[in-house]
């Protein structure tokens, strides 16, 4: 199947941006390269735009799209990885850098890939095709291991259930398949509340975020990325889960405060400044234009800030 991926918030992310004609531009999470070509029609002829991505099918996806395109460099790697990337490549900083957090809609669609649970498929979901799999681990770890991460990173109330009807299932036959998971999650549900979002969905999500290391990764690309943008430079973010869009917010949040003196000191002593700016205050979401074009970014948020110190 050929990578493809609906860009969401598509005008207002490069918008935020504030695209200069000269910068240096880096998509952490280039993917199809929706939001990459956008960045690149604004770019000069000396313009840079580096896109990376972690995931095979989407790196020679983007080298048949730009592979002729002398202002654009396709890096494999995981945007956490940022400084090493561009000191790789003779950068010393960046005007901007964009990262579409979370899963794109060919992997979604590609059943082979076990994202989605609408398909039958190998219960798969690792994004660089390498590790173990989402199997490997529903068929390995304990019932507190479990629960942990599916409440950690599913926000699951049920996950003691799930977990339980897991351990149950495997003791007969090894959870291989999406269906297998997906029906097995439906039945540790309660009757009344299978008629709400697909009840599989938070299990699913857990266990991607989970084998991709994806909340790790994405605390360390945060800073790596913060730091490696020039004053005046900006950080835009899309994402589709509350757990990390709570995560971006106070880690910006946190680089836009300044004095932390008690508030009872007559002068600040800490000498603390704010290293950075909210571009937007709340986040920006899909208007009904987009949601009718693609539902899939009823979920996405959007924020950004500037590098000011």
Same mark, same amino acid.
């Given at each position: 199947?050929?990578?493809?991926?609906?860009?969401?918030?598509?005008?207002?992310?490069?918008?935020?941006?504030?695209?200069?004609?000269?910068?240096?531009?880096?998509?952490?999470t280039?993917?199809?390269?929706?939001?990459?070509s956008?960045?690149?029609?604004?770019?000069?002829?000396?313009?840079?735009? $580096?896109c990376?991505?972690? +995931?095979p099918?989407?790196? *020679?996806?983007?080298?048949?799209?730009f592979?002729d395109?002398?202002?654009?460099?396709?890096?494999? *790697?995981?945007?956490?990885? $940022?400084?090493?990337?561009?000191?790789?490549?003779?950068?010393?900083?960046?005007?901007?850098?964009?990262? +579409?957090?979370?899963?794109?809609?060919?992997?979604?669609?590609?059943?082979?890939?076990?994202?989605?649970?609408? *398909?039958?498929?190998?219960?798969?979901?690792?994004?660089?095709?390498?590790?173990?799999?989402?199997?490997?681990?529903?068929?390995?770890?304990?019932?507190?291991?479990?629960?942990?991460?599916?409440?950690?990173?599913?926000?699951?109330?049920?996950?003691? !259930?799930?977990?339980?009807?897991?351990?149950?299932?495997?003791?007969? !036959?090894? $959870?291989?398949?999406?269906?297998?998971?997906?029906?097995?999650?439906?039945?540790?549900?309660?009757?009344?509340?299978?008629? +709400?979002?697909?009840?599989?969905?938070k299990?699913?999500?857990?266990?991607?975020?989970?084998?991709?290391?994806?909340?790790?990764?994405?605390?360390?690309?945060?800073?790596?990325?913060?730091?490696?943008?020039?004053?005046?430079?900006?950080?835009?973010?899309?994402?589709?889960?509350? $757990?990390?869009?709570?995560?971006?917010?106070?880690?910006?949040?946190?680089?836009?405060?300044?004095?932390?003196?008690?508030? +009872?000191?007559?002068?600040?002593?800490?000498?603390?400044?704010?290293?950075?700016?909210?571009?937007?205050?709340?986040?920006?979401?899909?208007?009904?234009?987009?949601?009718?074009?693609?539902?899939?970014?009823?979920?996405?948020?959007?924020?950004?800030?500037?590098?000011?110190?």
């Amino acid at each position: 199947m050929e990578f493809y991926h609906k860009p969401v918030l598509l005008e207002k992310t490069v918008e935020l941006l504030n695209i200069k004609p000269d910068g240096i531009y880096l998509d952490g999470t280039a993917g199809g390269g929706g939001h990459s070509s956008e960045i690149l029609k604004r770019l000069g002829e000396k313009g840079r735009l $580096i896109c990376v991505d972690r +995931d095979p099918d989407a790196i *020679n996806n983007l080298n048949e799209r730009f592979g002729d395109e002398d202002r654009v460099t396709v890096v494999k *790697n995981n945007f956490a990885e $940022i400084p090493d990337i561009i000191a790789k490549l003779g950068v010393e900083s960046l005007d901007g850098v964009l990262m +579409d957090i979370g899963v794109s809609s060919h992997q979604l669609d590609c059943a082979e890939r076990g994202f989605s649970y609408h *398909n039958d498929a190998p219960l798969d979901m690792r994004m660089e095709r390498s590790g173990p799999t989402a199997a490997d681990y529903v068929n390995t770890l304990d019932y507190s291991e479990l629960v942990r991460i599916l409440t950690a990173y599913g926000e699951e109330k049920f996950a003691g !259930n799930i977990a339980r009807a897991i351990e149950r299932e495997r003791e007969k !036959n090894p $959870i291989e398949t999406t269906a297998q998971l997906a029906e097995i999650v439906k039945s540790a549900y309660p009757a009344a509340k299978r008629r +709400d979002k697909h009840p599989a969905r938070k299990t699913f999500q857990a266990l991607r975020i989970f084998v991709n290391g994806e909340l790790d990764r994405l605390s360390e690309g945060l800073d790596n990325a913060f730091s490696s943008l020039k004053i005046g430079g900006r950080l835009a973010l899309i994402t589709f889960h509350s $757990i990390e869009d709570r995560m971006v917010k106070h880690r910006m949040a946190k680089w836009c405060e300044g004095c932390i003196c008690p508030k +009872d000191f007559p002068i600040c002593v800490c000498g603390r400044k704010p290293g950075a700016r909210l571009v937007n205050r709340k986040p920006v979401e899909a208007d009904e234009d987009e949601l009718r074009e693609n539902p899939r970014s009823r979920s996405a948020k959007l924020r950004c800030c500037e590098k000011i110190n």
